[in-house]
């Protein structure tokens, strides 16, 4: 196996499990981030992420001196820029490429002929080549012969990231031929999966659509809640049983979308064609508006009445992580607060922060209603018993995660939310 010098630039949820993991099959690994606290925790050897396996990785890495972490770029073959892609404040969200230039140009300085630069991040389509691509041009490189350049977008699960690094497929979108070969020299390091050779533009659309198919799905799903919530019909039961045709693949409904991926990569594209995308700006819309039927929902579920108390059990986008990027469960507790009508108070496992009450007995003690927005496997579970000392508290469950729960009068998750604001005792 041969050793290069990697430099990593920005060490958050993606960038960090890639770094360690190169780290980790002997490459020479420098991280590099502008944020002081992620520098100074990743310095003492502590992860500043949840993520399952990541600690005892990065423990590796450190006690084989293979992974070091700093805030200036220096001297490397291999240049990874993992860093936000954040939505730009224009109609259709357009993806902002500052960080991303940013990093580029932060390797600029000490770029070398034969030096190869990979961007992680997920971009809008054409980005490599109308935005990268002239920035190593106009230093006097030339890609593909001096310079080689790659998109090789990352495709992992949170809770999951480690594993699925080496064992997922990875696409390697390169600027030339010569480029494809180096990502999959590099990335041939550690990934077990198939290494897809394809162009830049064709490796970002690619990416862009993996979680444009899915938002899409769940916004379908999102809209039978609505449409069974008029008609009075059970969503979870339709989905279970189209489920079981062959050809049919809904996905689960929930409090809205969320995460640095499905919330923000379907904009990128509709950005970039506005008049040809009506289907994704429509389930962009509709997915956005899920926070607010759960908490019309929620008001009708205390018949409007005001100064009752609310829980919010989850905040973040998917369970068993603590990402609260662009969560839906958050974005409800923002709303809910914001109304000054209700006593908020929050609860979840997973997120440390001042406002998260920690304890769910005193979180839960006479609560009017409990609103589940999010898939934690320590929901799974929660009991009536867990209930006792709330005010009869009624129970929106939107993940149908609380399955202990069903024979418990009040529990109510999306598939009978039109019984809200009713007696309801699970059949």
Not at 34 to 49: T, W
Not at 158 to 172: D, K, W
């Amino acid at each position: 196996m041969f050793n290069l010098k990697i430099t990593v630039l920005g060490l958050g949820y993606i960038g960090l499990p890639t770094a360690v993991m190169f780290a980790n099959h002997k490459q020479d690994v420098y991280g590099v981030d502008v944020n002081p606290h992620v520098v100074n925790e990743l310095s003492q050897g502590r992860v500043h992420i949840e993520e399952p396996g990541l600690q005892d990785a990065l423990n590796q890495a450190l006690q084989s001196e293979t992974f070091h972490v700093g805030k200036e770029v220096t001297p490397s073959d291999v240049f990874i820029v993992s860093v936000p892609t954040p939505n730009n404040d224009d109609l259709l969200k357009s993806c902002n490429l500052d960080y991303v230039k940013s990093a580029v140009n932060m390797a600029l300085p000490v770029l070398e002929k034969g030096n190869t630069i990979i961007v992680e991040s997920t971009i809008a389509p054409r980005s490599m080549e109308d935005h990268v691509k002239p920035i190593i041009e106009e230093a006097g490189f030339q890609i593909g012969k001096d310079i080689f350049l790659v998109h090789c977008p990352e495709r992992v699960l949170p809770g999951q990231v480690l594993h699925e690094l080496i064992f997922n497929n990875r696409i390697i979108g390169g600027m030339t031929p010569a480029c494809i070969q180096k990502g999959k020299e590099i990335y041939g390091i550690f990934v077990k999966g198939e290494l897809i050779e394809t162009t830049a533009s064709a490796a970002e659309m690619s990416k862009l659509m993996e979680n444009t198919y899915r938002d899409v799905n769940i916004a379908l799903a999102n809209e039978l809640v609505k449409v069974c919530n008029e008609l009075k019909i059970d969503a979870l039961d339709v989905i279970d049983m189209a489920n079981k045709h062959p050809r049919v693949n809904l996905h689960l409904p929930g409090p809205g979308v969320g995460g640095h991926c499905l919330a923000v990569d379907p904009y990128f594209i509709a950005a970039e064609a506005p008049t040809v995308s009506p289907l994704i700006q429509t389930a962009r819309k509709i997915n956005t508006s899920m926070p607010e039927f759960v908490i019309k929902k929620a008001e009708e579920a205390l018949d409007f009445q005001f100064d009752k108390k609310i829980v919010v059990m989850g905040l973040t986008y998917k369970g068993d992580i603590d990402d609260i990027r662009e969560s839906p469960a958050m974005e409800i507790y923002e709303q809910l607060v914001a109304t000054s009508r209700y006593q908020v108070v929050a609860y979840d496992p997973h997120v440390k922060a001042a406002f998260v009450e920690t304890d769910l007995e005193a979180a839960l003690n006479q609560a009017d209603l409990v609103l589940i927005l999010t898939d934690h496997s320590e929901f799974q579970t929660l009991h009536p018993k867990d209930f006792a000392n709330t005010n009869h508290a009624h129970i929106i469950d939107t993940k149908n995660i609380a399955k202990d729960c069903y024979g418990y009068d009040g529990y109510h998750h999306l598939g009978n939310i039109s019984e809200v604001g009713q007696t309801f005792v699970h059949a």
